[in-house]
């Protein structure tokens, strides 16, 4: 059983960065699909953004393309988030997922196996 375990969220005010990373147990951590989600309060789960297995692909949400990045190390079964130019509504708790899927439905929840428990973002305006 795979474990996922995400850090580096916090407060920060509207226009700052944050970096996330999420670290996963096991050794076939290169041979998957990796991808951030994003849940607010009272609102539905939203894609971020997601990377595939060699790092050669990424995809992100509409409302963070051009701010966020991800990134990964598979020497260090470590996946990132860079986020820029953080805005209030960015504010929700971020999950970390993993899939052996790497296509057009990487946006959707249900190709998604394994789920970390989650790090809190807070933008304050």
């Known amino acids: 059983q795979v474990q996922l375990v995400e850090s580096g969220g916090g407060l920060v005010q509207a226009g700052g960065s944050l970096r996330l990373s999420c670290v996963a147990s096991g050794r076939t951590f290169s041979s998957y699909t990796m991808g951030w989600f994003r849940q607010a309060p009272g609102k539905e789960g939203e894609f971020v953004a997601a990377?595939?297995?060699?790092?050669?692909?990424?995809y992100y949400g509409d409302s963070v393309k051009d701010r966020f990045t991800i990134s990964r190390d598979n020497a260090k079964n470590t996946v990132y988030l860079q986020m820029n130019s953080l805005k209030s509504e960015d504010t929700a708790v971020y999950y970390c997922?993993?899939?052996?899927?790497?296509?057009?439905?990487?946006?959707?929840?249900?190709?998604?196996?394994?789920w970390g428990q989650g790090t809190q973002v807070t933008v304050s305006s």
């Open positions: 990377i595939t297995w060699s790092g050669g692909s990424t």
């Open positions: 997922a993993r899939t052996y899927d790497n296509g057009s439905s990487l946006r959707g929840t249900n190709v998604y196996d394994s």
